[in-house]
């Protein structure tokens, strides 16, 4: 959901490139079909009808935001319904906008910060009390009407949509993923249909699932970076679902090459420049930025035998590593399009690959950011392997410029970042995520001014993109090919 005019302005970037992307698509798909002697290593027709599907469903999402942000800008939008207190977040983020109310504006009424608005909206008002959201409301006018709807019978793919969002999934990961085009008055057929996909994803009886008994344990074989007690549902069980995927996505690739682990920061370095030089035309001497970097970095780890899934729902994890019998799959996840927080992301879990420490381990998932600093060791390991690679281990000195040049004050720092960056030869967002990640070891928030820097893509399309070309779908049953295929739709 769009909240700001820069949010706006993001999306409509991000719009206009997909909707060049599936053009180039589309002409592809053409030429593919006129080809009498087609090359056997370019991507088949359903590969390519899949990345066409996906595209314009990414493309129709973002225009279904442009135009409901649009629509409340011009006040042609008198009332919002909510059917949930779930729901009631979007809703106030929607009447703010129909107000003609920055965050600002409302951040002023209230007599808070802006931050603490843009705080609650960005996490859907997930820590704003009952008090506050009165408050809200008021500030806003927003008036309720309607009825509190009383149990009634349900039809059975409300029962199942029911079922599972009690295990701990988010709504828009059942919506989305689990029940992706089953609609609500789907007959018992298609019903039984869905809960047996879903069943097999989470590794229970499909006759457990539809049960009204208590809810079944999802087991993983998952380590965390942080106590396993604060793990909650929502995480086992998005947790249970990424692994199920990952194990997809290794029967799928078990005709590549026997992987191998990758080398030391500076190997990595060296071979991710490398990929990136043969991509580049000989007259251009600048050095590669971000995006560059990213899909160099993607290359290098197809390189070495592991595939990477993308994947774009909301909250549980950022990362993780799943490992069987010698091979892993690589899963990144972030909520933001920023090319560099991805790139750091995906060097962070090739290092926990890379961990000769890890021994046994199967699993690997990143309960919280990895932009914020962590006491666990194997963390530690993580942040300082990205941060070697993508400052040619130069970390500290490059922040030591950096904070000469602002003569230590950090209301100076975003004016000195981009010279800088250019003395170093790094890319300019690279450097300010790597800044406000050593600010906040100092307890100070500097991610909101990095943010300025960042260059938007579409890191997940990229990401999606490479694993197309490396799955096998024939090695999946027909269950186990749509699960993947939802998965990575839009």
């Known amino acids: 959901m769009i909240r700001n005019e820069r949010q706006y302005r993001a999306t409509m970037r991000q719009r206009n490139l997909l909707a060049q992307s599936l053009d180039e698509l589309i ?31 990414q493309l129709a999402d973002l225009d279904s935001q442009l135009m409901q942000y649009q629509q409340l800008q011009e006040g042609q939008v008198a009332a919002t319904g909510v059917s949930s207190l779930e729901e009631l977040p979007d809703a106030l983020i929607r009447a703010r906008i129909a107000a003609g109310m920055s965050q600002r504006d409302l951040a002023e009424r209230l007599g808070m910060k802006e931050q603490q608005i843009q705080r609650y909206e960005a996490e859907r008002y997930a820590s704003a009390s009952l008090t ?15 009825d509190l709807q009383l149990p009634v019978n349900e039809a059975p793919v409300s029962r199942l949509r029911k079922r599972l969002l009690s295990l701990g999934f988010d709504r828009r990961v059942v919506d989305r993923r689990l029940l992706r085009d089953v609609p609500g008055d789907a007959g018992p057929a298609k019903v039984l249909a869905a809960a047996e996909r879903a069943a097999r994803l989470l590794n229970i009886p499909v006759q457990q699932l539809l049960s009204s008994g208590p809810a079944p344990a999802l087991a993983t074989t998952g380590r965390f970076n942080a106590p396993r007690n604060a793990a909650h549902g929502s995480l086992d069980a998005y947790t249970r679902y990424a692994e199920s995927l990952a194990d997809l996505v290794l029967r799928a690739t078990e005709h590549l090459s026997r992987p191998r682990l990758p080398g030391d920061a500076q190997s990595v370095r060296a071979a991710i420049d490398a990929i990136a030089a043969a991509t580049r035309p000989d ?14 970095t993607l290359r290098y780890a197809a390189d070495i035998g592991v595939p990477v899934l993308a994947l774009r729902d909301p909250g549980a994890f950022h990362g993780a590593c799943f490992s069987r019998d010698g091979r892993s799959v690589i899963v990144v996840k972030h909520s933001s399009d920023s090319v ?8 962070h879990e090739l290092c926990h690959l890379a961990d000769r420490t890890r021994g046994e381990l199967r699993t690997w998932v990143e309960l919280g950011d990895i932009d914020t600093w962590s006491d666990n060791p194997e963390e530690q390991r993580a942040h300082a392997f990205a941060a070697d690679v993508l400052l040619f281990g130069r970390g500290d000195a490059v922040l030591a410029q950096a904070v000469q040049a602002a003569e230590g004050s950090v209301e100076r720092l975003k004016a000195v970042v981009p010279a800088v960056a250019d003395n170093a030869e790094v890319p300019v967002d690279i450097l300010a995520n790597y800044l406000a990640f050593q600010l906040g070891r100092r307890g100070i928030n500097w991610w909101g001014t990095a943010s300025t820097f960042q260059i938007q893509r579409n890191p997940w399309r990229n990401v999606t993109d490479q694993l197309l070309t490396q799955l096998d779908f024939n090695a999946l049953d027909s269950v186990d090919r749509s699960a993947l295929f939802d998965a990575l739709a839009s």
């Open 340 to 347: 560099a927080r991805w790139l750091a992301l995906l060097l």
């Open 132 to 146: 506050r959201l009165r408050e809200i409301t008021a500030a806003l006018g927003v008036e309720f009407v309607g």
């Open 27 to 57: 002409n592809r798909n053409a030429a593919l079909a006129l080809d009498v002697q087609p090359d056997p290593n370019a991507p088949g027709a359903q590969v390519l009808e899949l990345q066409r599907a996906s595209i314009a469903g």
């Open 283 to 296: 007259t251009v001497t600048v050095p590669p930025d971000s995006q560059e970097l990213f899909l160099a």
